[in-house]
């Protein structure tokens, strides 16, 4: 009645050694399969986002670039 509860022993999945650079080739395989199935639509959103980003980073630039030459260090130091 209580065999179902007994403990049994599981097997170990066998160990694989694997070198790093094929699980790296491997990965890159994968990353390439999954490009592949990728409609054009969310690779132009990917790309859009992309370019969104930049336009983003390249004005938080300027404003601190701006802002860094507005300030008065000396006066503020003191």
């Given at each position: 009645?209580?065999?179902r509860y007994q403990k049994q022993e599981v097997p170990q999945p066998p160990r694989i050694d694997a070198?790093?650079?094929?699980?790296?080739l491997k990965q890159r395989q994968r990353a390439e399969t999954v490009k592949r199935q990728?409609?054009?639509a969310e690779?132009?959103?990917?790309?859009r986002e992309a370019k969104r980003m930049d336009k983003l980073?390249?004005?938080r630039m300027e404003l601190h670039k701006r802002l860094l030459e507005t300030l008065n260090l000396a006066a503020i130091d003191k």
């Open positions: 009645m209580f065999r070198d790093p650079a094929e699980l790296a990728m409609s054009q690779m132009a959103e990917i790309q980073l390249d004005v």
